[in-house]
């Protein structure tokens, strides 16, 4: 079945650890995306990539990187959390076509102490 | 600039009954799609409607329709019937920088649904 995925769902981890935030999606995207989202707030892209070897940072300022080796994945690194990366990361694709919708993932809930 | 506002931050409507979202943006685009999008409470963020902005109708997707008024700039989204799992943030949206740029977001609605 062709959908967005994102590993892990929820991730509590300490202040310095270096994380990733996977994710994958089996609808032959070019287009992928990462959101920062406070709960109930609005959304900020933080990076994007419009397809193999393409990166892109996004309208708010982030310490976290991103890849893209393989079409089909577009994981976000962080290299020494801290707390305020506490947050929600959406990470989003959508096809090469004249209106861009955007499909999501299910998110990962990050909070670092 | 680009931009997308949302003015009502919480919304509220009775079971079964109809509420009107309300979503102004300003683009200088002749052609593009308009998006509205619905989070769940801890759930994943889907598309709800979208509206090509060449097309005069109005889009309608069972019970959600929208009022676009393109000269005006406004794209109101409508949920008839409404129904307890309606309960949602919801993004109003359109992509900048021609139709192939990304998707900028209102703030959002938080919608509540009375029992």
């Known amino acids: 079945e062709a959908d967005i995925y994102q590993t892990p769902r929820y991730l509590v981890i300490g202040t310095g650890k270096k994380i990733t935030l996977e994710c994958s999606q089996t609808m032959g995207h070019d287009k992928m995306y990462w959101y920062q989202q406070d709960p109930g707030m609005e959304l900020h892209l933080i990076h994007y990539s419009y397809g193999v070897n393409s990166t892109e940072k996004g309208d708010l300022s982030s310490e976290s990187t991103v890849s893209r080796i393989r079409t089909e994945h577009f994981p976000l690194t962080l290299e020494s959390a801290r707390p305020s990366h506490t947050s929600q990361y959406l990470c989003?694709?959508?096809?090469?076509?004249?209106?861009?919708?955007?499909?999501f993932g299910p998110g990962t809930r990050l909070t670092v102490l | 600039a680009q931009t997308v506002t949302q003015s009502q931050p919480e919304m509220s409507v009775q079971e079964a009954e109809t509420v009107t979202l309300s979503c102004t943006y300003d683009t200088s685009e002749s052609d593009y799609y308009l998006f509205w999008y619905k989070q769940p409470p801890s759930r994943q963020m889907i598309l709800v409607i979208r509206q090509e902005a060449y097309k005069q109708q109005n889009a309608t997707e069972n019970r959600f329709s929208v009022n676009f008024q393109k000269a005006a700039k406004s794209f109101s989204l409508k949920i008839s019937d409404s129904q307890l799992g309606d309960a949602a943030m919801y993004f109003c949206a359109y992509p900048y920088g021609g139709s192939q740029g990304n998707l900028i977001f209102g703030k959002g609605t938080k919608l509540s649904v009375k029992p």
């Open positions: 989003a694709s959508s096809v090469k076509s004249s209106y861009n919708e955007q499909f």
